[in-house]
Structure formats: structure tokens, C-alpha cells
């Protein structure tokens, strides 16, 4: 079955970029997420990559896709302390569900 | 343009009671997803719908169900309630069932069972 893999937790210092990364099984994915969620909050859609590009970059995101290894990585560049959540990354499969990993809590230090 | 609007947000019900939430998508969009997200668990797929009829289920028991109204509003039902029902339910609505198309979540509603 699918299974959405991803570190728990990363702490960064504000100004410095962050990584989380992600690894994912299903090699029929055509796109991959990458959601924020906030305390109390729903998912925020961050950004996305078709399965055919190996990186999309939306101002101070960047995604990276491996998809020989089946790797996403999504760094944040100029972390900020509002940039503090918990971050999901996604891969839609049959039916065009989406599996979600467990989420990596990032927490920004001023 | 409205988010997903889901109601109400918190809920506090005891075992064996039923449940009915409720959720109004993104003007336009005629599918919607529920997710129910726990601690344990993480984000699992439930169920979608488009144009009134179930397209997909997740590995979730009959207590759960859903239904879609013709304005595309949305009510997920949970019968028999179970402390472990206790989670963040979150609905999701997108335009068409497009693989191409985003899913755009509500705030959730907040279940607890006590």
C-alpha cells in the first residue's frame, strides 16, 4: 500500500533556510502537495510539482522532486517565526485520493 | 470568494450518540472530500463526492457515511460513536475530479467523544 513518509521535527533559527523532506512509494503519483497547517487550522496549500519536473520554485519556496528515489523536499528560504507549523506533504493516488505523510513540525527560533 | 466553510467547529458528543457535520465548498466546485485527521493516525481519506454520488471511500467502517446535496453542500454522519471517532474532521472541496484540479480544505470540525 502507500505510505507517505516524513521526518517529525525541524528547528531552524529565523533568516536561515529550512528543509523538510519527504519520501512517498506510489510511482504512478502525478502530482505531489505540500500543505501548512497552523494551530487550530485547517491545510493550507502551499504549492505543488507535476511528476514530470524535478523542481518548482514559488518565491521563497522551492520543491524538489527525485522521482528515481521517489524524494520531495520543499525548502523554505528566509524562514520567518510566522513560518512556524506543521508541514504535510502529499501524493495523490488511484481515484485521485490524497495520502498524506505524518507531517514535520518546523519550529522557527528567533 | 468564500473558503470551505464547515460547521459547526467544535463538537463534544458521548459514546453511542450519532453525529452530523456539515460543509459548504468553494463556490464552483462540485466535488468534496472529508479527511479525519488524529494523532495516531494522521490524515486519512474517508469519502468524496461529485455531482451527488459517492466516486471514492476510504478503509473506514459503515458508521461513517456522507451524502451531497444538488448545491454541492456536503453532511458527513457517523453513527454509534466511538472514543476513538474523537478527531479534526476536514472537509475539502476542488472544481471538477481532475487530477490536475487542488484541494482546498476547511478550518475542520473538532469531534470529541467522551
Known amino acids: 500500500g502507500e505510505d507517505v513518509e516524513q521526518s517529525l521535527f525541524l528547528s531552524v533559527r529565523e533568516g536561515d533556510s529550512s528543509v523538510i523532506n519527504c519520501t512517498y512509494t506510489d510511482s504512478s503519483s502525478t502530482y505531489l502537495y505540500w500543505y501548512k497547517q497552523e494551530p487550530g487550522a485547517g491545510l493550507q496549500l502551499l504549492t505543488y510539482?507535476?511528476?514530470?519536473?524535478d523542481m518548482k520554485q514559488d518565491q521563497r519556496l522551492t520543491v524538489l522532486l527525485n522521482k528515481k528515489d521517489k524524494h520531495l523536499s520543499l525548502r523554505i528560504a528566509d524562514t520567518q517565526t510566522g513560518d512556524s507549523a506543521i508541514y504535510f506533504c502529499a501524493e495523490n493516488n488511484a481515484g485521485n485520493m490524497l495520502t498524506f505523510g505524518g507531517g514535520t513540525r518546523l519550529m522557527v527560533k528567533p | 470568494k468564500a473558503g470551505v466553510t464547515q460547521t459547526p467547529r467544535y463538537l463534544i458528543k458521548t459514546r453511542g450518540q450519532q453525529v452530523t457535520l456539515s460543509c459548504s465548498p468553494i463556490?464552483?466546485?462540485?466535488?468534496v472530500s472529508w479527511y479525519q485527521q488524529t494523532p495516531g493516525q494522521g490524515l486519512q481519506f474517508l469519502f468524496e463526492y461529485f455531482s451527488e454520488t459517492q466516486r471514492n471511500k476510504g478503509n473506514f467502517p459503515g458508521r461513517f457515511s456522507g451524502r451531497q446535496f444538488s448545491n454541492s453542500r456536503s453532511e458527513m454522519n457517523v453513527s454509534t460513536l466511538e472514543l476513538g471517532d474523537s478527531a479534526l474532521y476536514l472537509c475539502?472541496?476542488?472544481?471538477?475530479?481532475?487530477?490536475?484540479?487542488?484541494?482546498?480544505f476547511g478550518s475542520g470540525t473538532q469531534l470529541s467523544v467522551l
Open positions: 475539502a472541496s476542488r472544481r471538477t475530479l481532475r487530477d490536475d484540479e487542488k484541494l482546498f
Open positions: 510539482i507535476f511528476s514530470n519536473m
Open positions: 463556490s464552483g466546485h462540485r466535488s
